[in-house]
């Protein structure tokens, strides 16, 4: 689901799916890393999204993702579906330039 925000099954990380349910499986899905926002520096206005994960702070850093294999992605931990409209137009931002 767009806007799922899941744990690789591999490690510690955190991901938010970007593609949208398409209907058909695929191998990879388009990704955004998801980082404790201590982690984190400054903000880019449209880029960096605030979310909640688990009641910390975190953000989703637009900026940087990534087509992952639909295999690697574990278990939905949270979600950021009412951040919908900022990711799509963080997308439109990195692509189109507006």
Not at 74 to 82: C, D, F, S, Y
Not at 92 to 98: K, M, T, W
Request: net charge negative.
């Amino acid at each position: 689901m767009q806007g799922a925000i899941h744990r690789l099954r591999d490690g510690p990380e955190l991901v938010c799916r970007v593609q949208t349910d398409l209907g058909v499986d695929t191998p990879y899905l388009l990704c955004a890393p998801v980082q404790r926002r201590d982690d984190w520096g400054a903000l880019v206005p449209r880029l960096h999204i605030p979310c909640q994960v688990g009641g910390e702070a975190h953000v989703i850093v637009m900026s940087q993702m990534v087509a992952l294999p639909a295999g690697v992605l574990g278990p939905e931990i949270a979600n950021a579906v009412a951040e919908r409209d900022r990711i799509v137009a963080a997308v439109d931002l990195l692509v189109s330039g507006f």
